[in-house]
């Protein structure tokens, strides 16, 4: 931004935008750089300070539709998807096989997610979920490591998940999302082809 420090970029037409594109260099010696931006959507609606690391590209195929999963579960028992408190329906998608699709849905106050590990420690999970963040619901990959007390973390490159939709109202979440089947993070990701132990999370 011509040289200054601490400035930004911003649009110079009030014109709707579904992407805008900038070059932006590094000062010398600026170590790790998290960059952060906001988004209007109408004058009294609008998201500020979110972190681009959760951005997460549109998927370039279709969603399997609600309640087409071939795995579906809700919890309590017995509940209908709207009136679970959790619920997650998965499977291949029907168009590019290499990809699972996954929905979630229910009543949470932070986040919401489906965990798949190889034992019933709750340690070495792979966890996939959605959260909100500045009122926005972001979809994140992450990881449980071994040590039970060491906090939950986000995978290194987040590659490998796209997103269908997300939305939250009235303290519930829902979100629809597809991750590769095969691992993309070493060490944090798991071959979905393979038989897991599932955990299922939210912040109520």
């Not at 590209?57 to 919890?75: A, D, Q």
């Not at 963040?133 to 979809?139: E, I, K, L, T």
Request: net charge negative; aromatic share 12%; proline share 6%.
């Amino acid at each position: 931004c011509s040289g200054d420090s601490d400035s930004t970029v911003t649009h110079t037409n009030s014109n709707s935008k579904t992407r805008i594109s900038f070059e932006w260099t590094a000062p010398p010696s600026s170590g790790t750089v998290e960059m952060r931006y906001s988004v209007v959507t109408a004058f009294a609606d609008f998201y500020a300070n979110l972190n681009a690391a959760d951005y997460r590209p549109p998927c370039p195929f279709p969603p399997t539709l609600i309640g087409y999963h071939p795995t579906t579960i809700g919890l309590p028992d017995g509940c209908s998807r709207e009136s679970c408190d959790y619920y997650v329906g998965f499977g291949p998608n029907t168009v590019n096989s290499d990809y699972l699709d996954i929905y979630l849905e229910g009543e949470a106050d932070g986040w919401i997610a489906l965990g798949f590990s190889e034992n019933t420690q709750m340690e070495e999970d792979d966890v996939l979920g959605c959260r909100i963040d500045s009122g926005m619901v972001n979809v994140v990959d992450t990881w449980n490591p071994s040590n039970r007390r060491t906090p939950n973390v986000a995978d290194a490159t987040q590659n490998g998940v796209c997103t269908h939709l997300t939305s939250v109202s009235n303290g519930r979440i829902s979100c629809s999302f597809s991750r590769s089947i095969d691992i993309t993070d070493v060490g944090q990701d798991y071959n979905l082809n393979n038989s897991f132990y599932l955990f299922f999370g939210l912040r109520a």
